[in-house]
């Protein structure tokens, strides 16, 4: 390979999250010394930064970028996560735990939730939450990293963040400048593509400046600026399986524990959140504009947080769905720019990272190699497609009548993807995780079940053992479980002991 065909000049549009998360991650594999990397943002456009909570892949990330937990925690008020609870969503007065990390342990070969299946109607055995480390500790509010002791419960510990997203993009632009990156302050006035190939050739700034490159990256949020106003690549709208549009955020001070998890409560229209973070808390309302007005909303939101707002509300408006390519030509979209769906599982920041690691996984030459393209498009097109339907799971399996907006979900048309996965879980309790998809088969068992799906049936090899050796089983697990969720540290007390200054 030519060392002259190499790419020599990365131009990263939009800063936020996603830009400099890219940008970070770029200056660590691929180095500032054998690539110029600049990133163009304007202190004049706001970021969205309203999504405050993570799932776990985000730690791999900061690992990959050598991150010190520490530093990291204290720089962005974060806190532990240790999973989502859902409130009011399968009908009003329920409420069930998604955690991070597994249900009991697998047994004869097969997954753990067969042999529960068997026993749930037994009131000893139906409560799923005692049999998950992650529920146990959240709802008793402890937290400790994992124990190095590998036959231990506690070593299987899964963790996610809660963090101020806006601290999180100034902390990796301190991390990626420190190491090569070039930072513009400017707007992209014009967009210059060569007559021939359609590629991006140079940007044009506000006060003039021609930024040329040999790959750009947007990252310039929902108006796509260079995937979608520059090169036309078209939007694949899923409004009719997701009518969520509008989400308003603000913070305000705790009155309540400092929860490892995050809350979502379902609403009239939607839902809101809560996260708590070490300084406030984050809240927010997910809603559809066609089933509520603006003005309800904000007094829904302020209804329900428990103490006065600290800042003005923050709006946000979006078409849910994906860019038809995410790739197109030089062009990459990350984050925003790429496509959205509403954060109930909090999946933002992790889209943006698994964009990362395909762009590093094909990085291109200047010859911009089709198949390659081809493939990133293809793997990103089933990633939002399976996290999509993980979020429709929420809002389709529902009692809940009680308002317009309930009563369209009920009756939205599912795609053929998780019509498959809920009619396997319902007939026999499988859960089959499709192309490595993001959300596992602990994830599907808590909502399917959470949300009120009871299988008819169970893996037949189950019984194989007695229902006498079954309850023994399920009996030590919740014990041991139980008592190692006794032995973990407060969550509140933990993080005053590991990072205050």
Aim: glycine share 6%.
């Amino acid at each position: 390979m030519n060392d002259a065909n190499n790419i020599k000049s990365i131009v990263i549009v939009g800063g936020g999250s996603a830009g400099w998360m890219t940008a970070s991650a770029l200056a660590k594999v691929i180095g500032c010394d054998n690539c110029q990397i600049t990133l163009v943002e304007s202190e004049d456009i706001g970021t969205v930064s309203v999504g405050e909570a993570t799932i776990p892949q985000i730690q791999l990330f900061n690992t990959i970028l050598d991150i010190d937990e520490t530093e990291f925690i204290r720089f962005t008020n974060a806190t532990f996560k240790l999973g989502i609870e859902f409130i009011d969503w399968k009908e009003k007065g329920h409420r069930y735990f998604h955690p991070f990390g597994n249900y009991g342990t697998n047994m004869e070969a097969l997954p753990f939730h067969h042999f529960w299946l068997k026993m749930q109607n037994d009131p000893e055995f139906s409560n799923l939450s005692s049999y998950s480390l992650a529920s146990v500790g959240a709802y008793a509010n402890k937290f400790m990293h994992p124990s190095t002791q590998q036959n231990s419960a506690l070593a299987g510990i899964n963790y996610a963040y809660h963090f101020d997203a806006t601290l999180y993009a100034k902390f990796l632009r301190n991390y990626a400048t420190s190491r090569g990156v070039c930072r513009i302050e400017g707007k992209v006035d014009e967009v210059n593509l060569n007559p021939v190939s359609g590629e991006i050739e140079s940007l044009v700034l506000n006060d003039n400046t021609v930024l040329d490159g040999d790959l750009f990256i947007d990252c310039s949020g929902f108006k796509g600026l260079l995937i979608e106003q520059a090169l036309k690549t078209g939007y694949e709208d899923w409004t009719h399986l997701l009518p969520c549009n509008k989400a308003i955020a603000t913070p305000c001070l705790s009155k309540k524990l400092l929860n490892p998890y995050t809350q979502s409560t379902a609403q009239s229209a939607g839902w809101t959140w809560r996260i708590p973070l070490q300084n406030r808390v984050g809240n927010g309302y997910v809603y559809s504009s066609e089933f509520m007005s603006d003005d309800k909303a904000h007094a829904l939101l302020l209804n329900t947080i428990e103490s006065e707002a600290l800042a003005d509300i923050n709006q946000l408006q979006w078409v849910t769905g994906m860019r038809k390519k995410s790739w197109n030509k030089n062009c990459i979209a990350i984050g925003l720019s790429a496509g959205f769906v509403e954060p109930l599982e909090s999946t933002g920041l992790h889209l943006i990272q698994s964009a990362i690691a395909k762009l590093m996984t094909l990085f291109p030459s200047k010859d911009f190699t089709q198949c390659d393209i081809d493939l990133f498009n293809q793997q990103t097109e089933t990633e939002y497609h399976r996290i999509r339907d993980f979020i429709i799971l929420h809002y389709k399996l529902t009692n809940r009548d009680d308002s317009e907006f309930w009563r369209y979900c009920k009756n939205i048309e599912m795609p053929d993807s998780l019509k498959q996965k809920i009619e396997m879980f319902s007939e026999n309790g499988r859960i089959f995780r499709h192309d490595n998809e993001l959300f596992n088969e602990t994830s599907w068992l808590a909502v399917m079940h959470g949300q009120g799906i009871k299988p008819k049936s169970y893996h037949p090899l189950v019984d194989r053992l007695s229902r006498d050796e079954i309850k023994r089983r399920l009996k030590n697990i919740e014990s041991v479980i139980s008592r190692s969720a006794d032995v973990m540290p407060d969550h509140e007390a933990y993080i005053l002991k590991n990072y205050t200054r």
